[in-house]
């Protein structure tokens, strides 16, 4: 993220949502794609401050959404405010929320096997009772053809990255892909969370979650295309307990099973977008993109 907002412009907006301008912005360098502070005030407790730039806001459903997953128990943190509008030269998005206490589970640094495992299997069944909800707002998530350019650019990567045999397995992973699009009957949508993975779920010192953080890419989707994020980019060792994730969904969803076929075409379709970013992830996530086509491809 190059630009920062000036702070008389976050002061501006955080005073007209809360009612006080912060007396302290303090940077959180983990805000993903977001430009991200923990603002601290003289009068009452710290709020988080999110800022997005674009014609449309990230955060327009956020305040919604997750009120709905507080309904169903899935704890996610209440939206104090949101303004989306044109300030200078640039239309930005403001969400002010409330601080989730805890560390997410990624940085807990748990080490219990067992503990690790019920954790995942929690969230598994926190992603069941969130899609209990009907899936009427947010963004719609489907899985896409994959274009030619796409599928070159991804195994470029993968043969830079893994070797000279790495290109062939990315395109056998596209034409399954295909295939699946192709010949499968469609998975029911239901609400999900959009980016389900450890980063964004938080636990208290008990190493209960208490919190679910960054919202803004929930609406509808099928419960395939969790899991399969989960599997490609959950760290490790997260990511090879996709099984106790989709174990703690059905336990709480016995009524809507898991088609692995789709897990896997959504899979490959995430995996096929990681190795063609402008920017390259890490060697590492290169890797578990390729070993993850090539369980679904081969």
Request: proline residues 7%; charged residues 20%.
């Amino acid at each position: 993220m190059n630009r920062l907002t000036s702070p008389v412009i976050i002061d501006s907006v955080v005073q007209e949502i809360c009612g006080a301008p912060p007396v302290h912005l303090e940077p959180i360098l983990s805000g993903g794609l977001h430009e991200t502070y923990l603002a601290h005030f003289s009068s009452h407790r710290p709020l988080i401050v999110r800022i997005a730039r674009g014609e449309h806001s990230p955060f327009a459903h956020e305040a919604g959404i997750t009120s709905l997953a507080r309904g169903v128990g899935v704890p996610a943190p209440r939206v104090v405010g949101h303004l989306h509008e044109t300030l200078g030269e640039e239309t930005l998005s403001f969400s002010v929320l409330e601080v989730v206490l805890g560390h997410s589970i990624q940085e807990a640094r748990l080490v219990d096997p067992a503990e690790l495992i019920a954790l995942v299997r929690e969230s598994g069944e926190l992603l069941a009772r969130l899609g209990s909800i009907s899936p009427a707002v947010g963004i719609r998530h489907e899985l896409h053809r994959p274009l030619p350019e796409r599928i070159g650019r991804a195994a470029k990567a993968a043969r830079r990255a893994i070797g000279p045999t790495a290109d062939s397995l990315v395109e056998r992973g596209a034409e399954v892909l295909t295939e699946t699009l192709d010949t499968a009957s469609r998975p029911v949508s239901m609400l999900t969370h959009g980016d389900w993975l450890p980063k964004h779920l938080f636990v208290d010192d008990h190493h209960a979650i208490v919190g679910v953080i960054d919202w803004e890419f929930a609406g509808p989707a099928p419960i395939e295309r969790e899991l399969a994020r989960w599997e490609v980019a959950a760290r490790a060792p997260f990511h090879d307990l996709g099984s106790a994730l989709e174990e703690g969904y059905l336990r709480t969803a016995p009524a809507h099973p898991i088609d692995e076929r789709w897990v896997g075409a959504f899979a490959i379709e995430f995996a096929l977008e990681i190795l063609g970013w402008q920017n390259p992830a890490s060697i590492g996530l290169q890797h578990r993109c390729v070993e993850v086509i090539r369980r679904y491809a081969l």
